[in-house]
């Protein structure tokens, strides 16, 4: 099955502990992307990526880190969590680079920083 | 600042009749504006989108139209049934440049009564 999965789906993690949030997807897609999703503000990009050892910052990608080594995989690191990155994170992929498809989403993260 | 809006969090529909969905712009630059559809613990899923050089899409129940002199875009599904209740989030496409950039509003639960 054509799919975009993370992990863990659940997370909960002290402040400073560095922590991954794993995405790989099976559909050897060139793009792929992260999101966080918090009430009232919608889906806001963290980083993007348009090919291996490509990527770029989206619109809130300050505390945040990631790596495209491989292209089924777009590791999201935080290297020091802090409790304003207790969000619901989602990572998707896209083939073209044209958006009329749009991305592929994964079922989510939600993470909490106490 | 917010350059896709969706000014209406909550929306209420009776089954078979028309829910319409509005999402407004600021970004002249955007090319393509796509449309998701949210369940609870799920990623965000595709349903439609349109290229800006176009006015109206169709694809079954849900059409989306775009209005470039207004910035605004809309969804109208029809019939609405139980299963469209969901949160819907409009999203735009900056252009070839900066393509996987897309910009998501705030999105709108639709509620689909019996």
């Known amino acids: 099955e054509a799919q975009v999965t993370q992990n863990p789906r659940y997370l909960i993690t002290v402040t400073g502990k560095k922590l991954t949030v794993t995405c790989s997807q099976n559909m050897n897609h060139e793009y792929m992307s992260w999101y966080r999703q918090d009430p009232g503000l919608g889906l806001r990009q963290i980083y993007y990526s348009m090919n291996v050892e490509v990527t770029d910052k989206g619109d809130v990608p300050e505390g945040y880190k990631v790596s495209r080594k491989e292209k089924r995989n777009f590791p999201l690191i935080l290297e020091s969590p802090s409790p304003n990155q207790t969000s619901l994170y989602f990572c998707?992929?896209?083939?073209?680079?044209?958006?009329?498809?749009?991305?592929?989403f994964g079922s989510g993260t939600r993470l909490t920083v106490v | 600042d917010q350059q896709v809006k969706q000014n209406s969090p909550s929306l209420s529909v009776q089954e078979g009749r028309i829910s319409i969905l509005n999402c407004d712009y600021t970004n002249s630059m955007f090319d393509y504006f796509l449309w998701y559809k949210k369940y609870p613990a799920e990623g965000p899923t595709f349903l439609i989108s349109?290229?800006?050089?176009?006015d109206k899409n169709e694809d079954g129940r849900f059409t989306v139209f775009l209005n470039k002199s207004a910035k605004h875009l809309s969804l109208h599904i029809v019939p609405s049934q139980p299963g469209d209740s969901a949160v819907y989030f409009c999203?735009?496409?900056?252009?070839?440049?900066?393509?996987?950039?897309?910009?998501f509003g705030q999105g709108t639960r639709l509620t689909i009564n019996p």
């Open positions: 998707a992929s896209s083939l073209t680079q044209a958006m009329k498809d749009g991305y592929t």
């Open positions: 349109i290229s800006s050089i176009k």
């Open positions: 999203a735009a496409s900056p252009g070839v440049q900066g393509a996987q950039k897309l910009v």
